[in-house]
């Protein structure tokens, strides 16, 4: 047997002792295992892989699997980050946070701040749903959606596209500095350097018409925080995809923090299945699976190799863990090369591995809780979406005084109307009110021009005769009406009251 543990059948370290005879009666002896080197060559890298301790630059094996699919899959969301400014919807752009004028335009609904009380459902809904997974399924958000974790997966992606696998990596690193060198980290940085800018081009596009910025921006004339928000979204992706990567899990995030608290026995996480594993030991090609004494570990450490935050699942659940699922991929490989069942890791709750009754999803009424929640929040900006008003009324009464007795008879009352008109029209209104037989209104004789986007104010009388004023307190109603560019007409209301002398 070699230092690595191997015996000589066909270890990397050892190639040239390869004695066929011994690989016959091993195989003969013990069926379970493959026939194969590759646990050998695992051992052989074994060694390659050390426990993050914040010194060395992580540079994780990519290992192709079920999860790992799944992982671009999901990351591929952010794809709408940077396409969404491009989609058109009625000549214009889909989604525009127009801040300099208050407006946001989601689709055909344009939202004003007097809407932002669906802003505060919206963000109750992120953060619970937020809670809510992680809860239930741990880290998932760091694991499948985060932004730092996505774009250092990129990021890594495109350094083993050109510098190889990561022990070419820590080579390349060490190796002086020479032109195929260079050229190597010089196409490398550009590239990152690139994503990072198209990161913060993106990011403002959300909040600018995106053609005029392509048509602006590379000729000096977008407007000065344009430049200002993409050269600090490049430098902040550059560095933190590119150089911080996990530490920025490990020390910079303050979710990573406050996961502990989220979590419970019931949390279904990435676990290491320690009662099958240990004793973990070294595969030995002549052993017989009825004389092992090891657990299912082959101590190979793939999972420490594939792991993106350099940790290692085997001692328990830790704040490094983003539960990427990674490990699960690695070790399931490892486990078909043995010959052993997979699932060694697997997503299992510490009460499953303990051998405790675990209710399934459904029957827990925490999930029911946070569903009802969740779907309260979302109900209530479904509903403020659908039913945005095109205009808004506001009605305020004239306090001092609170009537006028005019020569002709009748009681006047003022009021100051303010219209919000939210559609993108100028829009020509007209002001009625209605409540009373022989109610009159003066200074609303012509229709009021209202700005999209604004609030127009306007200052009306309401007479009603003194004798034909059956109550102190009238109910009114005004009624604001026009017609948009589209011919479409909009109309609102709004109650008020008309007050005169005490019967
Ligand atoms: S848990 Fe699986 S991948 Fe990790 S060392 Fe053990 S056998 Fe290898
Ligand atoms: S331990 Fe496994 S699940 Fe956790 S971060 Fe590492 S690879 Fe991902």
């Known amino acids: 047997m070699d230092p690595w543990g191997c015996l000589p059948i066909r270890c990397n370290h050892l190639d040239d002792t390869i004695d066929p005879a011994v690989e016959k009666v091993n195989l003969k002896t013990n069926p379970d295992i493959a026939p194969l080197s590759a646990v050998d060559a695992l051992y052989a890298e074994s060694e390659d892989w050390h426990l993050n301790t914040g010194g060395q630059t992580i540079h994780a094996k990519r290992l192709p699997g079920r999860w790992r699919t799944i992982k671009w899959l999901l990351a591929s969301v952010w794809l ?68 730092q974790t996505v774009w250092t997966d990129v990021f890594t992606w495109i350094e083993e596209r050109l510098e190889g696998p990561p022990a070419a990596r820590r080579k390349l690193d060490q190796a002086p500095l020479t032109l ?34 392509w048509s602006t921006f590379f000729i000096g004339q977008a407007n000065s925080v344009a430049y200002a928000t993409v050269a600090l979204f490049a430098a902040g992706t550059y560095v933190l995809a590119g150089f911080l990567r996990e530490q920025t899990c490990f020390w910079l995030c303050p979710y990573a923090r406050i996961q502990g608290v989220m979590l419970d026995k019931t949390t279904i996480v990435p ?31 793939q999972c420490v190799a594939v792991c993106p935050t350099g940790i290692d699942i ?5 704040e490094g863990c983003i539960t990427c ?101 100028i829009l020509s209104v007209t002001i009625r009110v209605s409540g009373h037989d022989q109610i009159r209104l003066a200074g609303a004789e012509e229709p009021i021009e209202t700005a999209p986007g604004g609030v127009t104010p306007a200052v009306v009388f309401v007479r009603i005769p003194r004798r034909l004023l059956a109550a102190e307190q009238q109910p009114i109603v005004f009624r604001v009406e026009a017609e948009r560019s589209s011919g479409d007409p909009v109309a609102t209301e709004r109650e008020s009251v008309f007050i005169g002398p005490p019967k």
């Open 80 to 147: 709408v980050y940077f396409l969404g400014p491009y989609l058109r919807w009625d000549g214009q752009q889909a989604v525009l946070f127009d801040i300099p004028n208050r407006k946001y335009h989601i689709f055909s609904a344009t939202v004003l701040p007097q809407d932002f009380w669906m802003l505060s459902l919206l963000l109750l809904f992120f953060a619970i749903l937020l809670a809510v997974m992680t809860a239930l399924v741990g880290r998932v958000w760091c694991g499948f959606f985060c932004f």
């Open 314 to 318: 085997r001692r328990g659940q830790q």
């Open 325 to 425: 699922a990674l490990c699960l991929d690695a070790c399931d490989q490892v486990m078909d090369k043995v010959g052993r069942p997979r699932g060694l890791i697997r997503y299992a709750s510490l009460d499953e591995l303990e051998g405790l009754p675990t209710k399934t999803l459904l029957l827990r009424p925490r999930v029911w809780v946070y569903s009802a929640i969740l779907a309260l929040a979302l109900g209530g900006i479904v509903y403020g979406l659908t039913s945005l008003a095109p205009m808004e009324l506001k009605v305020l009464h004239e306090r001092a005084p609170l009537f006028v007795l005019q020569s002709d008879g009748s009681i006047q009352n003022k009021y100051t109307l303010k219209i919000l008109n939210k559609t993108p029209d």
């Open 180 to 213: 195929a060198k260079a050229r190597v980290k010089v196409t490398k940085h550009a590239l990152w350097i690139l994503i990072g800018f198209l990161t913060g081009f993106s990011f403002v596009a959300w909040f600018t018409d995106a053609p005029t910025l």
């Open 271 to 301: 676990t290491y299945d320690e009662k099958r594993g240990e004793p973990r030991g070294r595969v030995r090609r002549d052993e017989a699976t009825a004389e092992r004494a090891n657990g299912d570990c082959v101590d190979c450490n």
